[in-house]
Structures are given as structure tokens and as C-alpha cells.
């Protein structure tokens, strides 16, 4: 036999809440009907006591039992029986139907067996007499009156009581199939509306997988799938910029290396065939090496900046003096300074101030902004360099008063490749665009922070946060961890 399959979730859950609806109303119809039974049964085993009290009464105290016990049955719709020590029986009721079940009595009932089959009185026999086609529950008794044993046998129908079941358990299961009709249509409007945004979700994706991003996911509401449509439609956006980044990176780099390329190889076929002549090699081939020069540190800064986003460079934490590196770094610009008769205005808060950090990395983030600062600051200018420390982090800051960056380019300035001068940089040392992007992505990876501060005209300050040494990272000198 093959097996059933439900291949999509929609068909599971409508399968399982069905499946679900239909066992609990089933036991809840079934539970209802026996106890509704049982119940009943419970009634007449409290008739058929009271009526052998009162049959008692009568033998003991009427002077015709016979006739009160008649009067009795047919009050009760019952069958009474009385057996005395010799085994005579007699019956008393008023319904014809039990005339058929009276004369098999003697011998169905013949004292002994009785007896044997009842046990102690009280006692409820429930047994179906063939003969009649009637199922009955019989209660036992015995008596003593005059100095005679006698037993009494109180017999009630329940042909009735059958039928009553019967009709209920009809009634039930037509309301329980009514009851699973609408649990089935509940059930399907429910996995639908669990079931359709993920439906919707799927067929996005499959858009976002061909490279189409302009998809979003239309979800109200608070539940789970609306959440998860946010996030998806939070992801699309994310993603969209990441491609448009892509895009843009590969234009320019593309851009970058062209340009240099082209200008190297025209220079390269000008000496080769003679239109620039052999005494004017020297400054030609100059102009090669510098483009050289700009396209390895190019390449060198992508290189840098990858192994930083993908977290292959660990970092080597180790406790310094930030002032001290400050000074050791601007050692190394004293001759471009003195190229453009600058000045270095350095203030530390106190003498010595100590970082927990990786020195080696940050020393390459002090030169970047340096460098930015003389190379867009224009003839006898001033750059400054500042440390002060708070309770659990150093601040250290490098402005300039130079050319400054406009409001509306201050969130681009570390995007890769992002340069705020294009056509008017004052400088002709243009950069490649990725130096401010390794400073962020290195400040970002101690788990620390830069922010800028710059006005067109007014000069650009750029400040960075440090996590400051404690006296016990002095003394043991830090070791290495990752980088966050």
C-alpha cells in the first residue's frame, strides 16, 4: 500500500488540526453519551431501591401486600417478584410486556440459582431475557417477615433507556459531524492565513535570488510572520545596498586602475615609437613610477581592508602609551610639513596616558588622518593632534583648518572610494578613497567608535575612543584576543 504524503506544510496542518478536531469531538460525543447513560442508570437503580423499601413496608405492614406490590409495579412500570423458602414465585405488574418474561420466571428464577447469582442483598443483576427481546436491570433483596425467608427480585426494563441512547448517540454523532464540518473550514482558513505570507515570503525570495531587490513584503499586523516579513523586507534593503556597494566598488576600482593604466601605457607606446624623445625619459618615466607607486598603495589598502572585514587580522592587544605614539608618528611628517611650512599643535591632557588596544593598528589609523589632514590643508596651516582620557575610554582627536567637508558628504566619508574633492581637491596628492574606510573598519573592530565634525571652509576634526588601561592590565601588560 502506498504511503500517504503530504508533501507542502499547508496540507500537514490542515491534515493535523482536522485529524485533531475530529478525535477530541469524537471523545467528547462519546464521553457525553456514556455519561448521560450511566447517569440514567443511576436513576433507576435509585427507583428500584426506594420501590424495594416501600415494597418491604408493605409486606411487613399491609394486610393485602399482594395488592399494595401490585400497585407498586404499576406505579413503577416495574416487574416484582416474590420467592419464598419452596421456591413459589410470584409476579406482580401491570404492563403486559413483562407477562412473557413472568411465565419463564420459575424457572429462570427457581430459588437456589437466584440465590447464586444475586449474592447479598442489594445487589443489581443486569442480564437481557431472550425470550422478550428486553435487556433488564433486576435488583436483589432479601427479607424476613413472620419468621420467613423470602427473596424479592425488583425487575426494571430498559428497552427504553436503550432507545433514549440510541437517539442521543444519533443526535451526537450529527452534531459531531456538523462540529468537524466547521472545525475543518476553521482549520482551513487558519493554515491558510499561517500558511500565505510564507507563500508570499518564498515567491520575494525567489525575486531577491534573480537579482530583482525593488520586491518588498506587504504584512500587518504583530504576529510571527509579520515580523519575519519586516526583517526580510530590513534584509532586502541590506542587501540592495550591499549589491549597489558591489556595483560601485568594482566601478571604482575599475575606474581607479584604468585610469593609471591608461596613462602608464600611453606614456610606455609614446617612448616606445619615438613621440617623446629619449631625453625627456627621465621625467616620463617618473610619472610611470608615481602612477606606480598610487595604484600598489591602492592595492595594498583593498588587500588590508578585506582581511579586516572578513576578521582574518587578529588583533594584538597589548597595553601603551597613546602619547608616545602620537609623537613617534608624527616624527615621520616632518618633512611634508616642513614642505608646506606647517605647524603641529599637540596637547595632552597628562603626560602619560595608556591604552589597551592593538598599537600597530592604531598607529596605521594616526597616519591616515595625519596624512588627510596636511594633504587638505592649504600652505602654513596648523594640524592638531589632542589625547584626554575619561574614566573607562581616551579620547584622542586630529583636525585641521583646511578646506573642511561639506554637511551633505559628512555620512559618505567612509564609504570606499568616497572622496569629497573630485574636481577641485586643492591638493594634487588625491588619495585612493580607502583610508578612512580602514581607519573606521579598524576603530569598529576594538569596539570602539569615531565620529567627524566638519564645516565647509572651517577645517575637518575626526575624534576615536580608546579603551583605557587599568593599573592591573599595567602591571600584567595585556596579552591577545580577537577582534569583535
Same mark, same amino acid.
Given at each position: ?12 496542518? &490542515? ?20 455519561? $448521560? ?15 424495594? &423499601?416501600?415494597? @418491604? ?11 399494595? =406490590? ?54 443489581? =443483576? ?7 427481546? /428486553? ?92 515580523? &519575519? ?18 556595483? *560601485? ?13 591608461? *596613462?602608464?601605457?600611453?606614456? =610606455? ?13 627621465? @621625467?616620463?618615466?617618473?610619472?610611470? &613610477? ?8 591602492? #592595492? ?9 572585514? *572578513? ?6 592587544? @597589548? ?24 605647524? /603641529? ?9 595608556? $591604552? ?20 587638505? *590643508? ?17 579620547? #584622542? ?40 574606510? +580602514?581607519?573606521?573598519? +579598524? ?6 567608535? +569615531? ?34
Amino acid at each position: 500500500m502506498r504511503k500517504l504524503r503530504f508533501r507542502t506544510i499547508f496540507s500537514r496542518m &490542515l491534515f493535523l488540526q482536522s485529524a485533531t478536531a475530529l478525535a477530541v469531538i469524537l471523545l467528547i460525543g462519546i464521553v457525553l453519551t456514556m455519561v $448521560v447513560r450511566i447517569q440514567n442508570v443511576q436513576d433507576i437503580r435509585s427507583v428500584l431501591y426506594d420501590k424495594s &423499601l416501600a415494597v @418491604e413496608n408493605a409486606m411487613r405492614s399491609e394486610e393485602d401486600p399482594d395488592t399494595a =406490590l401490585s400497585m407498586i409495579a404499576g406505579q413503577s412500570d416495574l416487574l416484582i417478584e416474590r420467592i419464598d423458602t419452596h421456591g413459589s414465585v410470584r409476579s406482580y405488574y401491570a404492563d403486559p410486556r413483562w407477562q412473557k418474561y413472568s411465565e419463564y420466571g420459575v424457572d429462570r428464577t427457581a430459588y437456589e440459582e437466584v440465590r447464586r447469582t444475586a449474592g447479598t442483598s442489594g445487589d443489581y =443483576l443486569r442480564h437481557y431475557f431472550r425470550q422478550a427481546s /428486553m435487556p433488564i436491570l433486576t435488583l436483589y433483596r432479601s427479607m424476613e417477615t413472620d419468621g420467613e425467608s423470602s427473596v424479592l427480585l425488583l425487575h426494571a426494563d430498559l428497552s427504553g433507556l436503550n432507545r433514549h441512547t440510541s437517539e442521543l448517540l444519533l443526535w451526537t454523532s450529527l452534531i459531531c459531524l456538523l462540529a468537524f464540518l466547521a472545525a475543518v473550514l476553521v482549520s482551513y482558513y487558519s493554515a491558510h492565513r499561517v500558511i500565505d505570507p510564507f507563500v508570499e515570503i518564498n515567491h520575494i525570495v525567489q525575486c531577491y535570488s534573480r537579482g530583482d531587490f525593488s520586491q518588498r513584503i506587504a504584512l500587518t499586523g504583530k504576529d510571527e510572520a509579520a515580523q &519575519l516579513g519586516r526583517s526580510f523586507n530590513e534584509m532586502a534593503e541590506q542587501i540592495k545596498d550591499l549589491d549597489n556597494t558591489r556595483r *560601485s566598488f568594482v566601478a571604482n576600482v575599475s575606474h581607479e586602475l584604468r585610469s593609471p593604466l591608461t *596613462s602608464m601605457k600611453g606614456f =610606455l607606446e609614446a617612448m616606445q615609437d619615438g613621440t617623446i624623445p629619449e631625453e625627456n625619459y627621465s @621625467e616620463y618615466i617618473g610619472i610611470v &613610477l608615481g602612477e606606480t607607486r598610487r595604484m600598489a598603495t591602492m #592595492v595594498n589598502d583593498l588587500l588590508d581592508l578585506s582581511r579586516i572585514e *572578513s576578521g582574518m587580522i587578529e588583533l594584538q592587544y @597589548e597595553v601603551f602609551d597613546i602619547n608616545e605614539l602620537v609623537r613617534r608618528t608624527l616624527i615621520t611628517f616632518e618633512t611634508r610639513l616642513a614642505e608646506k611650512n606647517m605647524e /603641529m599643535d599637540v596637547r595632552f591632557a597628562q603626560e602619560q596616558c595608556y $591604552v589597551y588596544a592593538d598599537s600597530a593598528k592604531i598607529g596605521q589609523v594616526l597616519r591616515n588622518l595625519i596624512d588627510n589632514a596636511i594633504k587638505y *590643508s592649504g600652505e602654513g596651516n596648523t594640524v592638531g593632534v589632542s589625547t584626554y582620557s575619561m574614566r573607562k575610554e581616551v579620547y #584622542v582627536t586630529v583636525k585641521d583648518n583646511g578646506v573642511g567637508i561639506p554637511q551633505e558628504d559628512i555620512p559618505h566619508v567612509f564609504d570606499r572610494f568616497y572622496k569629497v574633492e573630485k574636481a577641485h581637491t586643492p591638493s594634487p596628492q588625491v588619495g585612493s578613497g580607502l583610508g578612512l574606510s +580602514i581607519v573606521k573598519r +579598524i576603530i569598529e573592530q576594538h569596539g570602539q567608535t +569615531i565620529t567627524v565634525r566638519s564645516a565647509r571652509g572651517r577645517g575637518t576634526q575626526f575624534t576615536f575612543s580608546l579603551e583605557r588601561a587599568g593599573m592591573m592590565k599595567r602591571v600584567t601588560d595585556g596579552g591577545k584576543h580577537n577582534g569583535t
